[in-house]
């Protein structure tokens, strides 16, 4: 019984640590790359793209100063809450990715692989159901995530176009559908006491449509999603608080055993106490 639960727990400990140290890359312009760099998010909130002058100086900067301290990744908002961009009908219906949204975003892009650097560009935040909006922007994305009709429309005539005039652009990384965005969700709000929230299917279905909407223009395009927390992730209960009380009542071989295969395959050097207790870091991380 003993052999049986020794082999469980090693390798319920190896399977649930691989992501979190193994060092995985990317694949971006044929290379295998680790992603290193910063979330700028924005340089001015929801406005870096769109109608109006923008000071791609002081981006570039920024750019440049990554670049020199060893960085090659930036994630990027762009749409936000959707006060600037897309551009919407009086119906609110998305008609457009907005007076020069593509063209500030090329010049975005083309300074960015010019400093030697990936953009990941992030199209929408929890931001967009924020009471601090104003009522026609909350209602016309509140149209956009739960209507179908709306979504299409967002899909056709703004995400398409960016994709089609953009795709394989040297400096994207990937896109990105969402920041956080269980935080508008009626299971893990950010703001309880906000009136403006949507079911997680209402969010997953939003992410899938565009997902599928970018592979099928640019099949070789990257789609990603940001989430919040390992909680919101799964509807499965996770078993990772279950591991430090398992490991700790191994035999003190049993327990070296796991410490060294796991020191060997992630080159580390933890003592079986630091291990431990990066276990019960983990499975409070879980609950």
Not at 161 to 181: C, G, Q, T, Y
Not at 191 to 207: G, L
Request: proline share 4%.
């Amino acid at each position: 019984m003993r052999i049986v639960r020794y082999v469980s727990l090693s390798l319920m400990v190896l399977l649930s640590m691989h992501t979190l140290f193994s060092q995985n890359t990317v694949k971006y312009n044929d290379q295998q790359l680790f992603l290193s760099g910063g979330n700028l998010a924005w340089m001015s909130f929801a406005n870096d793209i769109g109608p109006g002058a923008r000071d791609f100086t002081a981006f570039g900067d920024i750019l440049l100063q990554m670049h020199k301290h060893g960085g090659n990744a930036l994630r990027w908002w762009l749409h936000t809450n959707g006060s600037v961009t897309p551009a919407f009908n009086d119906t609110g219906l998305v008609i457009g990715p907005g007076s020069g949204t593509i063209e500030s975003l090329r010049k975005a892009l083309d300074i960015a692989w010019q400093r030697e650097i990936g953009v990941k560009l992030c199209l929408w935040s929890f931001d967009m159901l924020r009471a601090t909006n104003s009522s026609s922007v909350v209602n016309r994305n509140l149209k956009l995530l739960n209507d179908t009709a709306y979504i299409s429309a967002y899909i056709n005539n703004c995400l398409i176009p960016m994709v089609d005039s953009l795709k394989r652009h040297s400096a994207i990384i990937a896109w990105e559908i969402f920041n956080e965005p269980e935080g508008m969700s009626n299971e893990f709000p950010f703001y309880a006491d906000e009136p403006y929230h949507v079911p997680m299917s209402t969010i997953q279905r939003f992410v899938n449509r565009c997902a599928g909407a970018i592979h099928r223009r640019d099949s070789t395009a990257l789609v990603t999603n940001g989430a919040w927390s390992f909680k919101a992730l799964t509807d499965v209960p996770a078993p990772l608080s279950k591991i430090g009380p398992g490991f700790s009542e191994l035999s003190a071989v049993e327990q070296q055993q796991i410490v060294t295969r796991f020191n060997q395959k992630y080159r580390l050097a933890l003592t079986i106490d630091e291990f431990a207790a990066y276990l019960q870091r983990i499975g409070r991380m879980a609950n």
